[in-house]
């Protein structure tokens, strides 16, 4: 599997021309119109099927291989952040208020140079490679969508492959880990009310900000007495927002913020924890609290087996990297539906390059990586597909 690197590498420049042309277009999730049709026209001009419109604004396209065998599915997310980049790039995005802050744009360009080398090797192993580029991975639904129109059927896939670029790790490592790798994310949304008046008489209101003063301080807590301290949860009050004159107690305040957890029980937990203590602490304090708590995406949890097999041709391809198969991370994914569905491997190649100041985080408006990396993940993503298919 050494030869898919080094084909990878004589790819690069297709490939790097490919991931700054979406990174000057960027386009927001579920609108990626531009994005889809470069993804067609490169798919076509390898003579391959492509499906469009899948979950609004995906593409599928089928490889079959020189017989039947095992069906594998490879996912590359797609879509921008609401972000004015300031990054000073010469590539750097030509829409303003919008960017690739992620590398969703090096993902696509990954994707069509993976498509390249798997479609000349086509002959070389049985099976199928199902390509899959979502829309809309930031927090707009897009694996359920392209699921509800049936991405996962005809053929079902028995195996889905997904990878990220990660700028929390420098160039030369590499993390693929079992079990949970991303964690669980959820939103809240809380309004506290009290009763307003003048600031000069707080004894005639009831302050719904020293109520949520309270509940802040209270809420972790939750993370100290009531989750195990073998586990691992997160509580962010993200947004705060009350009055707008100096001299008056508003009569209402609302907070926003994420819940981040890896096992379901954890997860059950502390949303039961959440609402008891942002209700009674409220109560406390003389106010009525209202809560929304809206479910964005389940854990990403790697099959063990198969992240095994990923971590065995990486050890192969990569002697040289830094392989690590421990670290994970509460941030969130939407391949985590996919992978409910369908055991799998999620992967992260560090990107990160601070002596060229490509060091910046994700979802940040001087985000870039160093594109070096990007026939190293083609490659492991192109060995691992064929690691899973018949030959």
């Given at each position: 599997m050494?030869?898919t690197?080094?084909?990878?590498?004589a790819?690069?420049?297709?490939?790097?021309t490919?991931r700054r042309?979406?990174?000057q277009?960027?386009e927001?999730?579920?609108?990626?119109?531009?994005?889809?049709?470069?993804?067609?026209?490169?798919?076509?001009?390898?003579?391959l099927?492509?499906?469009?419109?899948?979950?609004?604004?995906?593409?599928?396209?089928?490889i079959?291989g020189?017989?039947?065998?095992?069906?594998?599915?490879?996912r590359?997310?797609?879509?921008a952040?609401?972000?004015?980049?300031?990054?000073?790039?010469?590539y750097?995005s030509?829409?303003?208020?919008?960017?690739?802050a992620?590398g969703?744009?090096g993902?696509?360009?990954?994707?069509?140079t993976?498509?390249?080398?798997l479609n000349?090797?086509?002959?070389e192993?049985?099976?199928?490679?199902?390509?899959?580029?979502?829309?809309?991975e930031?927090g707009l639904?897009?694996?359920?969508?392209m699921?509800?129109?049936g991405?996962l059927?005809?053929?079902?896939?028995d195996i889905?492959?997904?990878?990220h670029v990660?700028?929390?790790k420098?160039?030369?490592w590499?993390?693929?880990?079992p079990?949970?790798?991303m964690?669980?994310?959820d939103t809240f949304?809380v309004?506290i009310t009290?009763?307003g008046?003048h600031?000069?008489?707080p004894?005639?209101?009831?302050?719904?900000?020293v109520?949520a003063a309270?509940v802040?301080s209270?809420l972790?807590s939750i993370?100290?007495?009531?989750?195990n301290p073998l586990k691992?949860a997160?509580v962010?009050?993200a947004?705060?927002?009350a009055?707008?004159?100096?001299?008056?107690?508003?009569?209402?305040?609302e907070?926003k913020?994420?819940?981040?957890?890896?096992?379901?029980?954890?997860?059950?937990?502390?949303?039961?924890?959440?609402?008891e203590?942002?209700?009674?602490?409220?109560?406390a304090?003389?106010?009525?609290?209202?809560?929304?708590?809206?479910?964005?995406?389940?854990?990403?949890?790697?099959d063990p087996?198969i992240?095994?097999?990923?971590q065995?041709?990486?050890?192969?391809l990569?002697p040289?990297?830094?392989l690590?198969?421990?670290t994970?991370?509460?941030?969130?994914?939407?391949?985590?539906?996919?992978l409910?569905?369908?055991?799998?491997?999620?992967?992260f190649?560090?990107?990160?390059?601070?002596?060229r100041?490509?060091?910046?985080?994700?979802?940040?408006?001087?985000?870039?990586f160093d594109e070096s990396i990007l026939?190293?993940?083609?490659?492991l993503?192109?060995?691992?597909?064929l690691?899973?298919?018949?030959?």
């Amino acid at each position: 599997m050494d030869h898919t690197f080094t084909q990878a590498q004589a790819l690069f420049e297709y490939t790097r021309t490919l991931r700054r042309d979406f990174h000057q277009h960027p386009e927001l999730g579920l609108k990626e119109v531009r994005t889809a049709s470069i993804i067609a026209r490169e798919l076509s001009n390898l003579s391959l099927e492509v499906h469009n419109g899948v979950g609004q604004t995906g593409v599928v396209s089928l490889i079959e291989g020189k017989a039947a065998g095992p069906v594998v599915l490879l996912r590359f997310d797609m879509d921008a952040l609401p972000i004015q980049e300031q990054t000073g790039a010469e590539y750097a995005s030509l829409t303003p208020g919008v960017m690739h802050a992620c590398g969703h744009d090096g993902h696509v360009a990954i994707g069509l140079t993976v498509a390249r080398l798997l479609n000349e090797h086509r002959h070389e192993f049985s099976g199928t490679v199902k390509l899959v580029f979502q829309p809309g991975e930031e927090g707009l639904g897009g694996a359920e969508k392209m699921i509800a129109d049936g991405v996962l059927v005809d053929p079902k896939p028995d195996i889905a492959l997904s990878l990220h670029v990660w700028n929390e790790k420098p160039v030369g490592w590499v993390g693929i880990v079992p079990g949970p790798v991303m964690a669980a994310a959820d939103t809240f949304s809380v309004k506290i009310t009290g009763k307003g008046g003048h600031g000069a008489g707080p004894h005639l209101t009831v302050d719904p900000i020293v109520a949520a003063a309270q509940v802040v301080s209270a809420l972790q807590s939750i993370i100290s007495r009531n989750v195990n301290p073998l586990k691992t949860a997160v509580v962010t009050v993200a947004s705060i927002h009350a009055g707008e004159a100096f001299n008056v107690i508003p009569a209402e305040i609302e907070m926003k913020g994420t819940l981040r957890t890896f096992e379901t029980e954890v997860r059950d937990m502390l949303s039961k924890r959440f609402q008891e203590v942002v209700n009674n602490v409220s109560l406390a304090m003389g106010c009525q609290a209202d809560i929304e708590i809206q479910s964005i995406t389940p854990a990403v949890v790697n099959d063990p087996e198969i992240t095994n097999r990923v971590q065995q041709v990486a050890q192969g391809l990569l002697p040289k990297d830094l392989l690590d198969f421990q670290t994970t991370t509460m941030g969130a994914e939407d391949m985590a539906f996919i992978l409910q569905e369908i055991p799998g491997c999620y992967f992260f190649i560090g990107s990160a390059n601070p002596g060229r100041h490509l060091d910046a985080p994700h979802h940040n408006s001087r985000f870039d990586f160093d594109e070096s990396i990007l026939p190293k993940a083609a490659g492991l993503m192109v060995a691992s597909a064929l690691a899973f298919l018949g030959h």
